[in-house]
């Protein structure tokens, strides 16, 4: 196949494009600067120039792709998936796979839910041979948003605090696993019209999750439960005071809510996720390298 990928640059486009490729696909990223272009081209990809920004000029770029197949890595979350949609089935691209979140399923209030439902629903009411993946928090290597700051901290800090104590589960997926899924989906027709959660092999407290990264650079910190109050409120003046906080109290209020999923669909399809331990050693090794 002949596949489009936009967010190629992106962390998961840096494990997805070298899957896609090592199937025997072409692979063209979709790409808005020269940053983003040389990103995708040192991964193998040819580069499209387009900007999920422009919704007036997707259309001629979706077209000049080429592309039998899209595989859509960036966000639901910024309200671009009526103009995706639309020029996927202008350009005449039947198949697409879409990245959304387990989030979707959160109890919160979060502004950023409504968003991605109705991403999904605008995907699901197309004409598109479609299929939606889930998946939960990401790791795996340098440049993940979660795990590699948990091993940052968990190597210099002798206390690591626990918000809300830490007994609520989590279920990471390790980013090589995520791009194999999304690849195998999009080469199986028994895919199309379906939503699949994609997660870890089994979910996780918190603490077990913080215990296991610190045997992954052997380091033993003092883990001390912390009131989900106080955490929600340093978070907020941390969010105040900041331009680009990396912190937000969504994602404190989110680790004493439940992230267990069933990857049965997923499995069924011959997903066979690693576990959090070996996943987590190899991207401290990978760490330390970078380094």
């Known amino acids: 196949?002949?596949?489009?990928?936009?967010?190629?640059s992106g962390f998961l486009g840096s494990s997805v494009v070298p899957d896609l490729i090592g199937r025997g696909h072409q692979v063209v990223a979709l790409a808005r600067s020269s940053t983003a272009a040389a990103t995708t081209?040192?991964?193998?990809?040819?580069?499209?120039?387009?900007?999920?920004?422009?919704?007036?000029?997707?259309?001629?770029?979706?077209c000049r792709s080429g592309a039998d197949a899209l595989a859509n890595l960036a966000s639901l979350g910024f309200g671009h998936a009526p103009a995706i949609v639309a020029a996927t089935e202008e350009?005449?691209?039947?198949?697409?796979i879409f990245v959304s979140t387990?989030?979707?399923?959160?109890?919160?209030?979060?502004?950023?839910?409504?968003?991605?439902?109705?991403?999904?629903e605008t995907i699901q009411a197309s004409g598109l041979r479609w299929t939606i993946v889930r998946p939960t928090m990401i790791y795996g290597r340098p440049g993940d948003r979660n795990l590699a700051r948990l091993l940052a901290f968990v190597r210099r800090s002798p206390v690591v605090?626990?918000?809300?104590?830490?007994?609520?589960?989590?279920?990471?997926?390790?980013?090589?696993?995520?791009?194999?899924?999304?690849?195998?989906?999009?080469?199986?027709?028994?895919?199309?019209?379906?939503?699949?959660?994609?997660?870890?092999?089994?979910?996780?407290?918190?603490?077990q999750i913080v215990e296991t990264t610190g045997r992954a650079v052997d380091r033993k910190p003092r883990l001390v439960p912390?009131?989900?109050?106080?955490a929600v409120a340093a978070v907020r003046a941390y969010e105040r005071l900041s331009a680009r906080p990396r912190l937000k109290v969504e994602q404190v209020l989110r680790l004493d809510e439940d992230k267990a999923f069933d990857i049965g669909d997923a499995e069924s399809l011959g997903y066979a996720p690693r576990s959090f331990a070996e996943g987590i050693e190899a991207e401290a090794a990978l760490l330390e390298c970078h380094h």
């Open 1 to 8: 196949m002949r596949i489009l990928v936009t967010g190629a």
């Open 161 to 207: 605090p626990l918000p809300g104590g830490g007994h609520r589960l989590i279920q990471p997926v390790h980013v090589d696993d995520l791009a194999w899924f999304i690849g195998t989906a999009l080469e199986t027709d028994a895919s199309v019209g379906r939503a699949y959660d994609v997660a870890g092999p089994e979910p996780l407290t918190l603490r």
């Open 41 to 62: 081209a040192a991964l193998g990809a040819e580069v499209v120039q387009g900007d999920l920004n422009d919704p007036a000029g997707l259309d001629d770029t979706f």
């Open 226 to 230: 912390l009131p989900l109050g106080p």
């Open 102 to 120: 387990t989030a979707i399923f959160t109890t919160l209030p979060a502004a950023s839910r409504a968003g991605r439902v109705a991403a999904e």
């Open 91 to 96: 350009a005449g691209i039947a198949r697409a």
